[in-house]
Antibody, heavy 121, light 106 residues
């Protein structure tokens, strides 16, 4: 079955960087875009961007341009999200999600379990 | 940028029907997905492409779309339906989520 397994919780100080991984299994990794979505405590879902694993093409939310790096390692079927210049309001749960196509439409059919990133001095 | 508006909360009595709205300009021209999220869990898609249910989602959950509003309908509400619900669309290759609606089952 399709699974996305994310790395464990992280604690960082303001100004630092954090890298979260998302390991895929149960499907052909290069065949599906991976998206990253975050959720601050008690808040809604916020889309950060996506990466196309077969060629590394990236599309980022304008809100995160300049601070977010996305990458994949196809040999490991793993996607990575790196967020730099951390601030306290970057404290959130970060999810990876697989995009599935449905004709001309698309949706997220599988999600990682989430990675809690806490930013505190 | 495109915005989706959802009510903060909706309450429904056990066994009754509930509707959760998602408003957006000409939303009927887009494909709307709905996700259910329970506390401490990742979201799960319950409706994709406006009206389609993935396998495993009960037919008590349905959706419709017209004009500027998409609606998620839950009939015969159960305690297990209590969750946050998010609508989602694509707008020029960017993903847009609604703010989320907390469904309270009383």
């Amino acid at each position: 079955q399709v699974q996305l397994v994310q790395s464990g919780a992280e604690v960082r100080k303001p100004g630092a960087s954090v890298k979260v991984s998302c390991k895929a299994s149960g499907y052909t990794f290069t065949g599906y875009y991976i998206h990253w979505v975050r959720q601050a405590p008690g808040q809604g879902l916020e889309w950060m961007g996506r990466i196309k694993p077969n060629n590394g093409d990236i599309n980022l939310s304008q809100r995160f341009q300049g601070r977010v790096t996305m990458a994949t390692d196809t040999s490991l079927s793993t996607a990575y999200l790196e967020l730099s210049g951390l601030k306290s309001d970057d404290s959130a749960v970060y999810f990876c999600a697989r995009r599935r196509l449905a004709g001309t439409a698309a949706y997220f059919d599988s999600w990682g379990q989430g990675t809690l990133v806490s930013v505190s001095s | 940028s495109y915005e989706l508006a959802q009510p903060l909360s909706v309450s429904v009595a056990l066994g009754q029907a509930a509707n959760i709205s998602c408003g957006g300009v000409n939303i009927e021209t887009k494909n709307v997905n709905w996700y259910q999220q329970k506390p401490g869990q990742a979201p799960v898609v319950v409706i994709y492409k406006n009206v389609n249910r993935p396998s495993g989602i009960p037919d008590r959950i349905s959706a419709s779309i017209s004009g500027n509003t998409a609606t998620l309908a839950i009939s015969r509400a159960q305690a297990g339906d209590e969750a946050d619900y998010y609508c989602q669309v694509w707008d020029n290759s960017y993903v847009i989520f609604g703010g989320g609606t907390k469904l309270n089952v009383l």
